[in-house]
């Protein structure tokens, strides 16, 4: 039933929330396309927001494997963010307090395993107990994380942040001197406006391209896992850890699993974030990261990756979008307008549609296992739809 | 040792002398009996006898304060429910646990132990295994929703059926992790009688077919009737043990029921 093979049997077998997310996508895609070659929205800052909305993807899919497969309760998203741009940042900017001046490479891998350690750390205490004892437990962890970058000033630099930080590409054949050795074009598309790509528009391609390898691997890698039987132990255990206990499956050892490789996820989201922005400072680790990513997940729909997708994306159309209204008289400040929408749209969420608007849509089998088998209709909702919402509790 | 519990010539389950207090209260008091392989075993008692407590302890979900359990000749006294599950000890909660967000053939899938899809590594680095035995899975699982006479829910979600359904479904899936001793707490509870003697066939098939039973049960009719010994609890310890028949006209069992003394 794939899309090449079959497209419109494909189309056909959409659900009707699918479908909705498919064509508002669509149209917004086209709406920034024509802001695009209108000269409205910069081609450099289109891309720098498709970046953003990467990396925002990236910590729902982090959050989402721990949140939406387990039901583990993660307040310190920012932490595990925080702990992937400083891990990088460190091993690789010039103004460095300690080593520095590293490839990107390593620091990403410095960065993955400094969160591992850190989950480990947070894991094996809380990992044990109920759910709620790691939602304080992590609640706790970000400000400590937090307030250690803010003073250990000999390693961190403290409240001035980490400068200095080369891009990712820095030190790779070819692509590390890609952005210089393209050519500046000039587009005109409409007499007037032209459009400049220059330096700086390949520069962000590369990140672009970059954040597109980061989160299709862990698209690839949690859809695969969602579906195996390893993703069904932990939905059991979202449901109720005592019976999968009863059925003979270590708990403990499932849940330390999912809560690593979210961890790693959020990391990896701050590698890439390092690399972006070429800054990391003490603010960057403000519990509101932490925020952004529940918003994102609670609004795609527990449990889904494309629903954290989708959040992802609005998170960033709201927190980016909002710049614009600068323009527009309103009797409102851009910032707090910011946290209103957010939560004017979880509200309406919440009330219309408290499962998310993407949640997972089908029965979650190995794929290969269900095929050639007589497959069920589709039905006309999710199958988590149809338990009448208010489910995540 | 209690006086009431039997000898046993090849037990799959033994429990010896095994307490547990919650405060002042011993909910198990030197509890002592064994469960014969092959066998249907009933375990009733008044209400508060601590049956359902015995199961927690044997299951590994209560930690003892004393005495052992034995799976299979395995001291398993202190283990992870997990580990006692891997000894071939698998139970059924009184309530029946819903799998939100799954159809009846996932939330069986969970059923199967040591599925190589489990591990996290191998779904990458052998994707082909885990094929293989999900859909060995899926087909066992499917014969087994047939035997039942429910393979017609196996789309359905698993949130959307009734209580009796689900308790089938339970027993069905408690059966995919293939149990040589299965725990059943008040299988027929809340169920209506026309399902519940479809739980009483399949009990009585599944057992002749090898798996042995120890199952709490407050429906008397049910469970005299369906099994043989039966073990009775009051007051956490053991009262005594016998056939239906014996059970049934035993002064003291009468007594523990109508709240007499003891």
Do not use: C
């Not at chain 1, 695969?224 to 932990?234: E, F, I, K, T, Y």
């Not at chain 1, 529940?294 to 980016?320: C, K, P, Y």
């Amino acid at each position: 039933m794939s899309l090449l093979d079959d497209p419109r049997a494909t189309f056909a077998d959409l659900t009707r929330p699918e479908g909705w997310v498919l064509g508002v996508s669509v149209a917004f895609a086209l709406f920034l396309l024509v802001a695009m070659l209108t000269g409205a929205l910069g081609p450099t800052y289109f891309l720098f927001l498709v970046g953003l909305a990467g990396m925002y993807a990236l910590l729902s899919f982090g959050l989402n494997a721990q949140w939406g497969f387990t039901g583990l309760i993660n307040f310190s998203v920012a932490a595990f963010f925080g702990i992937g741009a400083y891990g990088s940042a460190l091993m690789t900017a010039s103004s460095s307090p300690i080593a520095g001046g590293f490839n990107p490479l390593v620091g990403l891998v410095v960065a993955l395993v400094v969160a591992l350690v850190l989950a480990l750390l947070i894991g094996i205490p809380t990992l044990r107990l109920r759910t709620d004892y790691l939602a304080i437990a992590s609640l706790g962890l970000a400000e400590v994380v937090r307030l250690v970058v803010l003073n250990e000033r000999w390693l961190t630099n403290g409240s001035a942040g980490v400068r200095g930080i080369p891009g990712f590409f820095q030190g790779w054949p070819v692509l590390s001197t890609f952005p210089e050795a393209m050519p500046g074009l000039r587009l005109v598309v409409i007499p007037g406006s032209p459009i400049i790509l220059g330096t700086s528009f390949w520069q962000s391609l590369l990140n672009v391209l970059l954040v597109l390898a980061f989160a299709g691997v862990t698209f690839f890698v949690l859809r695969r896992a969602h579906q195996s039987p390893w993703g069904r132990v932990l939905r059991t255990i979202r449901s109720d850890e005592d019976l999968a206990r009863a059925l003979g499956k270590n708990t403990y050892s499932f849940k330390m699993q999912s809560f690593i490789l979210g961890s790693l996820i959020m990391a990896l989201a701050g590698v890439f974030y390092t690399h972006l922005n070429l800054y990391v400072g003490p603010g960057d680790l403000d519990p509101i990261t932490t925020f952004y990513a529940w918003v994102a997940v609670i609004l795609g729909g527990s449990g889904s990756n494309r629903g954290a997708l989708f959040g992802g994306i609005v998170i960033v159309t709201i927190r980016e979008g909002t710049r614009f209204l600068n323009d527009v008289a309103l009797p409102i400040d851009p910032a707090p307008m910011r946290l209103l929408l957010i939560g004017v749209v979880i509200v309406a969420v919440m009330r219309y549609r408290p499962q998310g608007v993407l949640p997972p849509q089908r029965e979650l089998i190995w794929p290969s296992a269900v095929d050639g088998r007589a497959t069920p209709e589709t039905p006309d909702s999710g199958v988590r739809e149809r338990k009448g919402g208010g489910g995540d509790e | 040792m209690s006086e009431g519990a039997l000898p046993k010539q090849d037990p799959v389950l033994r429990v010896d002398d095994l307490q547990k207090s919650f405060g002042g209260l011993a909910a198990t008091d030197h509890a002592t009996f064994g469960v014969e392989r092959g066998t249907i075993t009933g375990l009733i008692g008044p209400n508060g006898a601590g049956k359902s407590t015995l199961f927690n302890l044997i299951s590994g979900f209560y930690e003892p304060d004393g005495g052992t359990v034995e799976v299979n000749g395995t001291d398993v006294t202190g283990m992870e429910p997990y580990q006692v599950a891997d000894h071939g000890l698998i139970r059924t909660f009184q309530t029946p646990r819903k799998l939100e967000g799954m159809t009846v053939r996932e939330a069986m899938l969970v059923g199967p132990r040591k599925q190589p899809g489990e591990s996290f590594l191998t779904l990458f680095a052998s994707p082909g295994s885990v094929s293989e035995s999900e859909s060995a899975n899926l087909a066992e699982a499917e014969r087994i929703l047939e035997e039942f006479e429910i393979d017609h829910l196996a789309t359905q979600p698993a949130t959307d059926i009734s209580g009796g359904q689900m308790k089938l479904v339970e027993l069905a899936r408690a059966m995919l992790a293939e149990p040589e001793v299965l725990l059943l707490d008040e299988p027929v509870a809340g169920v209506n009688p026309t399902l519940a003697k479809k739980l009483k066939d399949q009990i009585r098939r599944l057992n002749e077919q090898g798996t042995t039973f120890l199952l709490i049960e407050h429906d008397m009719e049910f469970v005299m009737d369906l099994a043989d010994p039966i073990v009775v609890l009051d007051q956490g310890h053991v009262l005594t043990e016998g056939t239906p028949e014996g059970v049934r006209n035993d002064d003291r069992v009468i007594d523990a029921y109508l709240g007499g003394g003891t």
